[in-house]
C-alpha cells in the first residue's frame, strides 16, 4: 500500500522550527493576556485590603495606623497557606525556581503554578508588601510556557526556548519594554544568545507588548525627567555612581538571604512565617509610606526632584528591609522593582550631593536616578545588557546610554569580583545548584573520574637518561611523559617542550635524566573525585590533561584524565538524560 503523501507546505509548517515560532505567538498571546489580567487581580486585591487601588502616597493618611500592621499579616498569612498547601514554586521572586527548572528539570513547571504565583504576589503587593510584580510575571509567563510545550509535546532541548518566550513576554508585558524582556530571557533565563532561541523569543516579546499597550497605553510606568549632560566631566562621576549603586546592590543580596536565613531557623511552621513578616512590614511602612507595594509612587517623586537628600538616602535602607523582611519570610513577588527603586534612591542621593558640590559641571539630581536605576539592577542580577536596555526603552533618550553603560558595568565587574553568584544564582547555590559550572554541570556530579580516565599511561624511570625520553617520545607518540620512582608514586611529567632547550646540547644524550627534566609537583586529580571537580580544575590550572593518582596512601599513578574525555562523558550523560526525560 503506497505511503501517503502529505502537502509540501504543510510538511514545512511542522518543522520544529517553524512550529516553535508558532508556539512563541501563540506564548507571547498567552502572557500578555496573563500580564493584564495580573494586574487587574493586583489592583482587586490592593481594593480588597485598603479599599484603594492608586499609589499608596494619594491615601497613605487616610488609612488608620491598626490598617498598616494587620493587613500585611493578613496578606502574609494567606499567602503563606499558598505556598504551604497548594504551590511552594509560588514562594519567593520566581526567577531563580525559572532558571532551576531550565538546568534541572528540561524546562518543566507544573501547571498549577501560573495560577498559584497570579494569587500569592498580588496578595502579597496587595496588603502591603513590598516586592515587585516583574519578577511574578517571569514565572507566571515561563509556567505559560512550559505548560504550551508540554501539552505540545515540544523535545527537551527546545523547552527551554519556550520557557525563555514565556519569561521574555512577563518582563515585556510589564515594562513595556520588548528589547529589554527579550535580553532577559536570554541573559537570565536561556543563557544562550543563539539564532534558534532568539527568533522565537522576539516574536513572544513583540505579541505580550502588543497586547499589553492595546489595554494600558504606550507609555513608561515613571515620569522620566529630561536628560541631558551638562559637562563632559561628568563621565567621570558615573564609574563613582556605579560603586555606589553596586555597593548597594551587594547590600540587599546579602541582607535578603541572611533574613531568609533567620526565618528558617525559627521553629514554627512555615504557613505562619509571612504573617511575622507582614506584621513587621507595617510597622516600618506606617513611617515610611513609601515602601509599600512596588513604590512607583515614590520612584516618581525622586525622578522629579521632590525629595530632600536625608530622605532619599534613608529610603535605600527602609528600602532594604522592607523588601527582605516580605521576601525572608516567604512573601511572593519580584526583586526587580525593589532593585529599581534603590537604584533610584541611591541614584537621586548620589546626584543631589554631587549638584551641591559641582553645581556647573552636574545634570539634576532625577537624570542620576535613572541611571542609578540601572547600575542596581546590573549589580544585583549581573545583567548589564538588560539593565542598560530596560533603562533606555523606558527614558527613550538615547544620550543616556554612556552614562548608562559606565555605571552598569562598573557595577556589574566590581560585584561579580566580590561574588560571582547573583541574586538569583545565590538562592540556587544554596540549594546545592552550582549554574556557573554549566547549565547541565549537575551530571558531571553523577561521574567518578575512575570511569572516564585513560588506564594507558605512558611513563618512564626517574633514572632514564635523555636519549631514552627522546626515543620514548617518537615510538609513543604521547604529549606527556610521566616520571614516577621505584614504587610507581608520581615524582613529575615531562613535555616535549622541557626537553627542547637541551636537545641542541652535545654530550647531553647520557648525562641527563628523567628526574632533572621533570616538572615538579604536577596537578593530579584522585580517581574518586567527581569530573565536576576535575573540570574545575582544569579550567583553574589552564592545562588539558592531568595524571590520575590512586585514593590509597600509596599515591601511585592509574591513569590519564583528559579534557575531551570529560566533554564525552558529559555528552553521553545529556544523552542519557534527554532519553529519561522523554519517558
Keep these: 500500500m503506497p505511503d501517503k503523501k502529505t502537502h509540501p507546505l504543510l510538511d514545512r509548517l511542522m518543522q520544529p522550527s517553524i512550529k516553535n515560532l508558532f508556539l512563541a505567538i501563540f506564548i507571547g498571546i ?4 496573563g500580564a493584564v489580567f495580573f494586574k487587574l487581580v493586583l489592583k482587586f486585591m490592593q481594593w480588597v485590603f485598603y479599599r484603594h487601588t492608586e499609589d499608596i502616597l494619594f491615601f497613605a493618611d487616610k488609612i488608620p495606623l491598626w490598617m498598616k ?7 502574609g498569612l494567606v499567602v503563606g497557606l499558598v505556598v504551604s498547601f497548594f504551590a511552594s514554586e509560588a514562594k519567593g521572586h520566581g526567577v531563580p525556581e525559572v532558571i532551576q527548572a531550565i538546568a534541572m528539570r528540561g524546562g518543566r513547571i507544573r501547571k498549577r503554578v501560573a495560577a498559584a504565583k497570579i494569587f500569592a504576589s498580588a496578595v502579597t503587593i496587595g496588603s502591603g508588601g513590598s516586592v515587585g510584580r516583574e519578577g511574578p510575571m517571569v514565572q507566571i509567563g515561563a509556567s505559560i510556557g512550559s505548560s504550551i510545550g508540554q501539552v505540545f509535546r515540544v523535545p527537551r532541548g527546545h523547552m527551554r526556548t519556550m520557557v525563555g518566550c514565556g519569561a521574555a513576554a512577563g518582563i515585556a508585558a510589564t515594562f ?4 529589554a524582556g527579550v535580553l532577559f530571557a536570554l541573559e537570565i533565563i536561556i543563557g544562550d544568545f543563539g ?6 523569543v522576539v516574536l513572544s516579546s513583540v505579541m505580550a507588548t502588543t497586547i499589553s499597550r492595546y489595554y494600558f497605553g504606550d507609555f513608561p510606568y515613571f515620569s522620566i525627567p529630561q536628560y541631558s549632560i551638562i559637562s563632559h566631566w561628568e563621565f567621570c562621576l558615573y564609574p563613582l555612581l556605579g560603586i555606589f549603586t553596586g555597593l548597594v546592590a551587594l547590600a540587599f543580596t546579602k541582607t535578603l538571604y541572611k533574613f531568609e536565613d533567620w526565618f528558617e531557623a525559627i521553629p514554627i511552621p512555615d504557613w505562619i512565617k509571612p504573617a511575622i513578616g507582614g506584621g513587621l512590614l507595617g510597622c516600618t511602612f506606617a513611617v515610611f509610606p513609601e515602601v509599600f507595594g512596588v513604590g512607583y509612587g515614590a520612584m516618581n517623586r525622586a525622578l522629579a526632584n521632590e525629595m530632600a537628600l536625608p530622605l532619599l538616602f534613608a529610603l535605600i535602607f527602609i528600602k532594604i528591609l522592607a523588601s527582605s523582611l516580605t521576601l525572608g519570610s516567604g512573601g511572593s513577588g519580584g526583586i526587580f522593582a525593589p532593585s529599581l527603586f534603590m537604584g533610584c534612591m541611591a541614584g537621586g542621593a548620589f546626584g543631589m550631593a554631587a549638584h551641591i558640590l559641582l553645581p556647573n559641571l552636574t545634570a539634576n539630581p532625577g537624570a542620576y536616578a ?3 536605576m540601572g547600575g542596581l539592577v546590573a549589580g544585583t542580577t549581573y545583567a548589564p545588557i538588560t539593565a542598560i536596555l530596560i533603562i533606555f526603552e523606558m527614558s527613550g533618550t538615547y544620550s543616556i546610554i554612556l552614562p548608562l553603560m559606565l555605571t552598569c558595568i562598573t557595577a556589574t565587574v566590581m560585584n561579580s569580583t566580590i561574588s560571582s553568584a547573583s541574586i538569583y544564582t545565590t538562592k540556587l547555590l544554596k540549594r546545592g545548584i552550582d549554574i556557573q559550572a554549566g547549565r547541565g554541570g549537575h551530571l558531571l556530579r553523577n561521574i567518578l573520574v575512575k570511569e572516564s580516565m585513560t588506564r594507558d599511561v605512558v611513563s618512564i624511570p626517574e633514572s632514564a637518561p635523555l636519549s631514552r625520553i627522546i626515543w620514548t617520545f617518537k615510538t609513543e607518540n604521547a604529549p606527556y611523559l610521566h616520571v614516577v620512582d621505584g614504587d610507581g608514586k608520581l615524582t613529575g611529567i615531562i613535555s616535549f617542550r622541557d626537553i627542547r632547550a637541551v636537545l641542541a646540547e652535545p654530550g647531553l644524550q647520557e648525562l641527563v635524566i628523567a628526574y632533572d627534566l621533570g616538572t615538579r609537583e604536577p596537578v593530579t586529580v584522585p580517581t574518586d573525585d567527581t569530573l565536576e571537580e576535575a573540570l574545575a ?3 583553574k590550572s589552564g592545562v588539558s590533561q592531568f595524571p590520575v593518582l590512586s585514593t590509597g596512601p600509596q599515591r601511585t599513578l592509574v591513569g590519564t584524565l583528559t579534557e575531551s574525555a570529560i566533554n564525552a562523558a558529559y555528552d553521553s550523560a545529556a544523552v542519557r538524560d534527554e ?5
Aim: hydrophobic residues 55%; charged residues 10%; glycine residues 12%.
Design 176 to 179: 513595556n519594554a520588548p528589547i
Design 30 to 33: 498567552l502572557a500578555g493576556y
Design 69 to 75: 500592621i494587620v493587613m500585611p499579616m493578613a496578606g
Design 537 to 539: 580544575r582544569i579550567r
Design 370 to 372: 535613572l541611571v542609578g
Design 579 to 583: 532519553i529519561l526525560a522523554g519517558k
Design 195 to 200: 539564532l534558534m532561541q532568539f527568533s522565537p
